[in-house]
């Protein structure tokens, strides 16, 4: 975040890309150093022993709530063995919702880029997930 104050003087419309832009660095810096494997995307088994029920819930019953983790888990497993490029197009297109063009500007490239790391991506995903359908 001390980084983007460094751009405190650009108009508000460039913030969200920088700001997406200065997390990849650092996200890419910690995987080069080893520190960071994907340990965010996934809960850890420590998270998963401390869970306490809770009766009055009214979410969804124990084996559907089952189910979803499982798939969780396969779409976690399935996001680990793609590319880092086009890892990262699906997880900005996809999970965090932005647009062609600001994706293009974190990850430094054109946005017919993103459209193509994104539909490998997902050919690539809908291979490896074709019995989870």
């Known amino acids: 975040m001390i980084k983007l104050m460094a751009y405190r003087e650009r108009p508000c419309s460039e913030w969200t890309p920088l700001f997406w832009?200065?997390?990849?660095?650092?996200?890419?810096?910690?995987?080069?150093?080893?520190?960071?494997?994907l340990?965010?995307?996934?809960?850890?088994?420590?998270?998963?022993?401390?869970?306490?029920?809770?009766?009055?819930?009214?979410?969804?019953?124990?084996?559907?709530?089952?189910?979803?983790l499982e798939a969780y888990g396969k779409l976690v497993d399935g996001l680990r063995g793609l590319p880092g490029r086009q890892r990262e197009a699906f997880t900005l297109r996809i999970l965090e919702e932005l647009d062609g063009?600001?994706?293009?500007?974190?990850?430094?490239c054109s946005e017919g880029a993103v459209k193509t790391h994104l539909a490998r991506a997902r050919d690539a995903l809908q291979r490896r997930l074709e019995d989870w359908r």
């Open 39 to 68: 340990r965010w995307f996934a809960p850890t088994q420590s998270d998963r022993g401390q869970l306490q029920p809770d009766w009055a819930d009214d979410g969804a019953d124990p084996a559907r709530a089952q189910e979803g």
């Open 101 to 108: 063009g600001t994706t293009a500007r974190i990850m430094g």
């Open 21 to 37: 832009s200065i997390l990849r660095s650092s996200v890419v810096d910690a995987q080069r150093r080893g520190n960071l494997r």
